[in-house]
């Protein structure tokens, strides 16, 4: 069974950092992309970041990039998303996902990803 298990959010003031992680399982971690999701009440899911297994590239919203970084550590079947300089806007629910590839149309990345996970709420006050 693929599982998919974020952790790491909280309450966070603005300008502070945190950082979220994915822990998977159930399917061969190294062969897929694991990218990072919000979505903020009212709002549609947005693409945050999302990492290629074959390469290793990273890809990030517009605006996220130089604030929030992506990695993964394969040995422990975990990808990372540290959040620096944070934002009341980044206010959301967080949700990591896998797939065989990050799908992007321009700068967006696309939430097609086959497997999910549940979310962590991340709250950032002004």
């Known amino acids: 069974e693929v599982q998919l298990q974020a952790s790491g959010g909280g309450l966070v003031q603005a300008g502070g950092s945190l950082r979220l992680s994915c822990a998977a399982s159930g399917f061969t971690f190294d062969d897929y992309a694991i990218g990072w999701f919000r979505q903020a009440p009212g709002k549609e899911r947005e693409g945050v970041s999302c990492m290629d297994s074959s390469d290793g590239r990273t890809y990030y919203a517009d605006s996220v990039k130089g604030r929030f970084t992506i990695s993964r550590d394969n040995a422990k079947n975990t990808v990372y998303l540290q959040m620096n300089s944070l934002k009341p806007e980044d206010t959301a629910v967080y949700y990591c996902?896998?797939?065989?590839?990050?799908?992007?149309?321009?700068?967006?990345?696309?939430?097609?990803?086959?497997?999910w996970g549940q979310g962590t709420q991340v709250t950032v006050s002004s």
């Open positions: 996902a896998a797939d065989s590839g990050c799908t992007r149309i321009g700068n967006t990345i696309l939430s097609v990803m086959d497997y």
